[in-house]
């Protein structure tokens, strides 16, 4: 199962500014042989489709719903009805200056079993490591690695590289959330997604 959410602003003009991404990572692999366990299954370049009868691409059908989004204006800013209250319909001589520029909504993504890539060295800001929390079992991931974070997540982009003045391409999707791994309580972020 794959599906997508589009969350829209509160007013008239029903923007869509966030998007929420499913993807069915499953539990376990299906068993080869009757005496080897089965290991952690995975989100994968392709997958029987119970309700089609055919074999469908998660890798594409991300990638393909991602290209399908259209860029706002960001950061966004509601229309100044008055449902909104006082602080949107301030002067805009006192409202501070903020350069926009057209991207698709931000995102966040959400399945059961972790990428391996939850695991890698976190990254680094000015020397200090971007990471919370204490505890990280290390142990939720599938051992086979379908690549869909370079594949996938690291190849839908928030705008065109090199387009409306970015120098360089930054990922729709900024949080990946899983399960699976219910005793740790670690988030990192890991090549630029947290």
């Known amino acids: 199962m794959t599906d997508h959410l589009e969350l829209h602003s509160g007013d008239a003009?029903?923007?869509h500014i966030f998007t929420l991404y499913f993807l069915d990572s499953g539990s376990y692999q299906q068993?080869?042989?009757p005496w080897v366990d089965a290991d952690y299954d995975y989100i994968k370049q392709y997958v029987l489709?119970?309700?089609l009868a055919d074999i469908r691409s998660q890798?594409?059908?991300f990638l393909n719903t991602s290209a399908s989004i259209s860029s706002i204006e960001r950061p966004?800013?509601?229309d100044g009805t008055t449902d909104l209250g006082h602080?949107?319909?301030r002067s805009p001589s006192r409202l501070p200056r903020v350069e926009k520029t057209l991207a698709k909504p931000n995102a966040m993504m959400w399945f059961h079993i972790p990428?391996?890539?939850a695991y890698d060295t976190p990254d680094t800001d000015s020397s200090e490591i971007l990471q919370v929390g204490t505890h990280d079992d290390g142990k939720g991931a599938s051992k086979t690695n379908s690549g869909f974070f370079y594949n996938g997540i690291k190849e839908a982009f928030e705008a065109v590289p090199g387009g409306d003045g970015m120098e360089l391409p930054v990922s729709e999707v900024k949080v990946l959330g899983h399960g699976h791994t219910h005793n740790t309580d670690m988030c990192k972020r890991v090549n630029g997604i947290w």
Request: hydrophobic share 40%; with cysteine; net charge positive.
């Open 59 to 61: 890798i594409d059908w």
């Open 76 to 78: 966004f800013q509601p």
């Open 115 to 117: 990428l391996p890539e």
């Open 13 to 15: 003009s029903k923007v």
């Open 87 to 89: 602080i949107w319909r």
């Open 49 to 51: 489709s119970p309700c």
């Open 31 to 33: 068993k080869r042989l």
